[in-house]
């Protein structure tokens, strides 16, 4: 797979600087919500359809090797002023290759997206971890401020090998209809 280009998604949606360095994809990452509703980058949902833990398969790699998933709202507590990026919405370490992230360990559980003002970006990374339960560098208690370049160098897990995005914003009682 081919290292990010400026028309990559991840680099147009500033993933790629505000969040992550540049790197090579080498992994598939699908992540599904409630109803089939795939993520794509870029696409957008609504809040109300994405609730609910979204099943994340981890397609390649064998069963000998883990992987890390970090979920991030990078644009807290909106996007002009983002001044308690990052905050993570979910964690989920040693989770074997080919499998699904059941079979991994939830360290922070998922809390769905409620943006409050402007378009938000959820961000999905997945690290290959360097073996079975080496991720123990964790966050302690607030959700805010977390650094997902901070967590992988603090836990050796250097660039990822997948990432997806979406975006969200406030629905209105009309919207919900």
């Known amino acids: 797979m081919a290292r990010m280009s400026s028309s990559d998604p991840l680099v147009v949606g500033r993933v790629i600087g505000d969040v992550l360095d540049s790197f090579t994809s080498t992994m598939n990452l699908c992540i599904n919500y409630a109803g089939n509703k795939q993520v794509f980058n870029g696409h957008e949902f609504y809040p109300s359809a994405v609730i609910a833990r979204p099943k994340v398969d981890v397609q390649g790699g064998d069963l000998r090797t883990f992987y890390t998933l970090v979920m ?10 983002p001044y308690l990026r990052e905050h993570l919405q979910w964690l989920v370490t040693d989770i074997p290759g080919t499998t699904d992230v059941t ?6 559980s998922y809390e769905s997206p409620r943006p409050n003002i402007g378009i938000h970006r959820f961000v999905f990374v997945l690290f290959k971890q360097r073996g079975r339960q080496t991720v123990n560098k964790l966050p302690t208690t607030s959700r805010d401020y977390f650094n997902t370049r901070r967590f992988s160098a603090e836990n050796g897990l250097g660039l990822p090998v997948a990432a997806v995005f979406f975006n969200a ?6 919207r919900r209809r």
Not at 169 to 174: G, N
Request: net charge negative; hydrophobic share 30%; charged share 25%.
């Open 72 to 81: 991030i709202d990078p644009d807290v507590p909106g996007p002009s002023d």
């Open 103 to 108: 079979f991994g360990n939830e360290v922070v």
């Open 169 to 174: 914003q406030r629905e209105t009682a009309a």
